[in-house]
């Protein structure tokens, strides 16, 4: 089906998780109410085909989803399930499908929203005397090093990973049927990795490669290593909040299968395994940079910041 015949249910379901986290975050009784908030938050859905999302705090919070990242997703997600569950009824991989995209858009849509609760927007606001909107060039003129945003980059997608994380398997927040044909069947874990990989996959068509040699350079560090260092979040976090194991060689035979199916459905090169293997030091090299700045930034942005920052993980 065409992305036009969803568009309004997309919107609705962002919609939902901004309302949800905002909520959530809000409360009086949960852990993450550390500082009381009385902004008000806001979605807008950008009609330009950009294949984005950013984040900004003026009187409001805003977050902005470009109609372009919405619109790949919805492709992406639709001809993978359609490949991969061949065996399933229509209804079955509609549900799946849905499933899948909501999960997608919530790490997406949670990402900004740490940006703007983890204090990222109001640190930049102070420093530039302005209101600046996160995105996707690093603007010099920002105040930071590329190196700092990459690690505000690093600390967004650690909040996303985890709430997507608690989302996916919190049952309360789900209709009936997920419940029955998802997790009663023990899929949950699954359709999030396989939407941590389809997200990833859509977001690397606009981000620098790990091959790129620049990337010290860019304003988020490299698709390949979000989505690795990402993993390593899910591993941490599903054994400790939810007491389920999985293993690091698991999550990688994961990402190897559906970058595959992904790669042949779009007609593109494997090449993430390639790359993985052949610049694993480069990558570990950059990955470990990230980590120690990430301590010293910590404490430039914890009086920014509206809610408890959590461990990289
Ligand atoms: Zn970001």
Same mark, same amino acid.
């Given at each position: 089906?065409?992305?036009?015949? +969803?568009?309004?249910?997309? %919107?609705?379901?962002? #919609?939902?998780?901004?309302?949800?986290?905002? /909520?959530?975050?809000?409360?009086?009784?949960?852990?993450?109410?550390?500082?009381?908030?009385?902004?008000?938050?806001?979605?807008?859905?950008?009609?330009?085909?950009?294949?984005?999302?950013?984040?900004?705090?003026?009187?409001?919070?805003?977050?902005?989803?470009?109609?372009?990242?919405?619109?790949?997703?919805?492709?992406?997600?639709?001809?993978?399930?359609? *490949?991969?569950?061949?065996?399933?009824?229509?209804?079955?991989?509609?549900?799946?499908?849905?499933?899948?995209?909501?999960?997608?858009?919530?790490?997406?849509?949670?990402?900004?929203?740490?940006?703007?609760?983890?204090?990222?927007?109001?640190?930049?606001?102070?420093?530039?005397?302005?209101?600046?909107?996160? *995105?996707?060039?690093? &603007?010099?003129?920002?105040?930071?090093?590329?190196?700092?945003? #990459?690690?505000?980059?690093?600390?967004?997608?650690?909040?996303?990973?985890? *709430?997507?994380?608690?989302?996916?398997?919190?049952?309360?927040?789900?209709?009936?049927?997920?419940?029955?044909?998802?997790?009663?069947?023990?899929?949950?874990? &699954?359709?999030?990795?396989?939407?941590?990989?389809?997200?990833? +996959?859509?977001?690397?068509?606009?981000?620098?490669?790990?091959?790129?040699?620049?990337?010290?350079?860019?304003?988020?560090?490299?698709?390949?290593?979000? #989505?690795?260092?990402?993993?390593?979040?899910?591993?941490?976090?599903?054994?400790?909040?939810?007491?389920?194991?999985?293993?690091?060689?698991?999550? /990688?035979?994961?990402?190897?299968?559906?970058?595959?199916?992904?790669?042949?459905?779009?007609?593109?090169?494997?090449?993430?395994?390639?790359?993985?293997?052949?610049?694993? %030091?480069?990558?570990?090299?950059?990955? #470990?940079?990230?980590?120690?700045?990430?301590?010293?930034?910590?404490?430039?942005?914890?009086?920014?910041?509206?809610?408890?920052?959590?461990?990289?993980?």
């Amino acid at each position: 089906m065409e992305f036009e015949a +969803f568009e309004n249910l997309y %919107q609705h379901i962002c #919609q939902n998780h901004v309302e949800r986290l905002y /909520d959530l975050y809000n409360s009086e009784i949960n852990t993450y109410n550390t500082k009381s908030n009385s902004k008000k938050i806001i979605i807008k859905f950008d009609p330009r085909e950009i294949n984005n999302a950013s984040a900004c705090s003026d009187a409001s919070d805003i977050i902005i989803i470009y109609k372009g990242l919405l619109k790949n997703l919805h492709k992406a997600t639709q001809l993978f399930i359609e *490949r991969e569950y061949q065996l399933l009824t229509d209804d079955e991989k509609a549900t799946i499908s849905f499933f899948v995209f909501s999960i997608s858009t919530h790490f997406i849509i949670c990402h900004e929203f740490a940006h703007l609760y983890c204090g990222h927007c109001d640190l930049l606001n102070k420093i530039n005397n302005k209101n600046v909107c996160l *995105r996707l060039d690093f &603007d010099s003129d920002i105040g930071i090093t590329p190196l700092d945003h #990459q690690a505000l980059e690093m600390n967004a997608d650690a909040v996303a990973a985890c *709430r997507t994380t608690d989302y996916v398997l919190f049952e309360p927040y789900h209709h009936r049927s997920i419940i029955e044909s998802i997790h009663n069947k023990n899929m949950a874990v &699954d359709l999030l990795l396989k939407a941590m990989n389809i997200t990833f +996959f859509v977001l690397r068509s606009f981000m620098p490669p790990i091959s790129d040699i620049y990337f010290e350079t860019r304003s988020h560090h490299p698709a390949l290593l979000r #989505q690795i260092m990402n993993n390593q979040t899910l591993i941490k976090y599903l054994q400790t909040e939810y007491g389920k194991s999985i293993s690091e060689k698991n999550i /990688d035979e994961h990402f190897a299968s559906d970058e595959k199916t992904l790669c042949e459905l779009f007609y593109v090169p494997l090449n993430a395994e390639h790359y993985k293997n052949n610049l694993s %030091q480069v990558i570990l090299e950059h990955e #470990q940079k990230l980590r120690t700045h990430w301590n010293s930034l910590y404490n430039k942005l914890a009086p920014f910041s509206r809610s408890e920052l959590p461990p990289i993980f």
